[in-house]
Nanobody, 115 residues
Framework: QVQVVESGGGLVQPGGSLRLSCEVS????????MAWYRQAPGNQREFVAI???????AYADSVKGRFIISRDNAKNTAYLQMKSLKPEDTAVYYC?????????WGQGTQVTVSS
């Protein structure tokens, strides 16, 4: 069973920064993509950022210029560096790892942006 585990969430003030981590029990080289999504209370889960096997990345317009997705192949871990955080970034952040055959979600990590 493939495991996906997010960490790094917490409470941060507006304008602050956080780095989320997503550790996968597979070699990152075996994945098609790794992506971050988020879900705020009462809202649908939405796309945040993606890292493709080719090395390309993409971001939601709402986070472009503030969030950066990266990975450490040696640690089988992807990261989401978030800066200039806003209250509307408050959500549970989920990591999704996709292989040729299936996709795997983590349990999520809570990010709360509030003063």
């Amino acid at each position: 069973q493939v495991q996906v585990v997010e960490s790094g969430g917490g409470l941060v003030q507006p304008g602050g920064s956080l780095r989320l981590s997503c550790e996968v029990s597979l070699s990152l080289g075996s994945l098609m993509t790794m992506a971050w999504y988020r879900q705020a209370p009462g809202n649908q889960r939405e796309f945040v950022a993606i890292f493709r096997r080719s090395g390309g990345t993409a971001y939601a317009d709402s986070v472009k210029g503030r969030f950066i997705i990266s990975r450490d192949n040696a640690k089988n871990t992807a990261y989401l560096q978030m800066k200039s955080l806003k209250p509307e970034d408050t959500a549970v952040y989920y990591c999704k790892a996709t292989t040729w055959e299936s996709e795997y979600w983590g349990q999520g990590t809570q990010v709360t942006v509030s003063s």
